[in-house]
């Protein structure tokens, strides 16, 4: 049986990726046949990696069968993961996020999570000396990964091992990490072909925070204010999504990559009193500058309080 190697709902680089990456490691490697699916369109930074390096888009499923052999890569969270996700033989986890719960498995399964950046780099430590084997598209998509996931290490996640892996790959393959980091974030930013809730929903994760459910959005990007020039819309697109959702809110964090702050859309009471209460900001408007604030795993997620 083909193995499925699977990351999140809302696919960023990482998640098409690292189920690039650990298809080709299960395949090539270990000789075990497996292949990388999607839950969901990648993003337009993701997309740009698999034209740039030549991957054919993985197959875009929307659940699993029973009896399925998965291995979930960059995300342990239920509610990213297929409905059927506990009806399928789940035989490896690779993370780098909180353990979330929820998970069930009809054996024990390998299972890695490790405070780390990036799912890829954690691939290449598995891998250990067998990355010496990988081919040049696979090390561009492990590059790709990291600087994405690191923001080209401007994000508070990084670590040193983050940069000495991404560092090392780009050496061997010759290439610039401030010039391609450019032409990630470049493809990131643009945005203009998506609608409201598509950009709402573009690189969201759930989280019940206080008895509220909330779908915490984050658009990183270097071009702040072409999505900010949208907040009226956005702000009136968050109450149908967050319905369609079964969410109670949306919270959208406009990440400016290169000031290194975000900016919080505040469309009512509930949302200031979270930016208040959350990060002793301030608010007398519909929008809110949190200086710092780059990480939705480290800096949003841990401190949001209703």
């Not at 999607?38 to 993701?46: D, H, S, V």
């Not at 033989?89 to 405070?115: A, C, E, F, S, W």
């Not at 079964?246 to 505040?266: R, W, Y």
Request: glycine share 6%.
């Amino acid at each position: 049986m083909t193995i499925k190697v699977l990351g999140h709902k809302a696919p960023d680089t990482d998640s098409t990726g690292s189920p690039i990456i650990w298809a080709w490691y299960l395949t090539e490697v270990l000789g075990r046949p497996a292949e990388a699916k999607l839950l969901g369109e990648p993003n337009t930074e993701a997309a740009f990696v698999l034209k740039r390096w030549g991957f054919a888009k993985p197959e875009i499923i929307t659940d699993v069968a029973p009896g399925d052999d998965v291995v979930i890569v960059d995300t342990n969270n239920i509610a990213e993961l297929p409905p059927s996700i506990n009806e399928a033989n789940v035989i490896q986890i690779i993370d780098h996020h909180m353990l979330q719960g929820g998970l069930k498995t009809k054996t024990p399964i390998d299972i890695t999570i490790r405070p780390l950046a990036c799912t890829a780099t954690i691939m290449h430590d598995l891998m250990g000396d067998k990355a010496a084997r990988m081919p040049d598209d696979i090390r561009a998509a492990m590059l790709s990964c990291i600087l994405s996931d690191t923001l080209e290490f401007r994000s508070p996640t990084t670590t040193p091992h983050d940069r000495a892996v991404a560092e090392n790959l780009a050496g061997q393959l010759g290439i610039s990490i401030p010039d391609y980091a450019e032409e990630l974030f470049a493809a990131k930013s643009d945005v203009s072909a998506f609608s409201d809730a598509e950009l709402l929903r573009m690189d969201s994760k759930e989280y019940e925070v206080g008895g509220k459910d909330f779908r915490v959005s984050v658009l990183e990007t270097t071009s702040p204010g072409a999505i900010l020039a949208r907040k009226d819309a956005l702000m009136k697109a968050m109450g149908p999504v967050a319905a369609e959702d079964g969410a109670d809110q949306v919270l959208l964090f406009v990440v400016d990559i290169l000031n290194e702050e975000a900016t919080l859309l505040v469309p009512n009471d509930l949302v200031k009193s979270v930016a208040e209460k959350s990060f002793g900001a301030k608010v007398s408007g519909d929008t809110v500058v949190l200086p710092g604030i780059m990480s939705r795993k480290k800096q949003i997620i841990p401190n949001l309080k209703v």
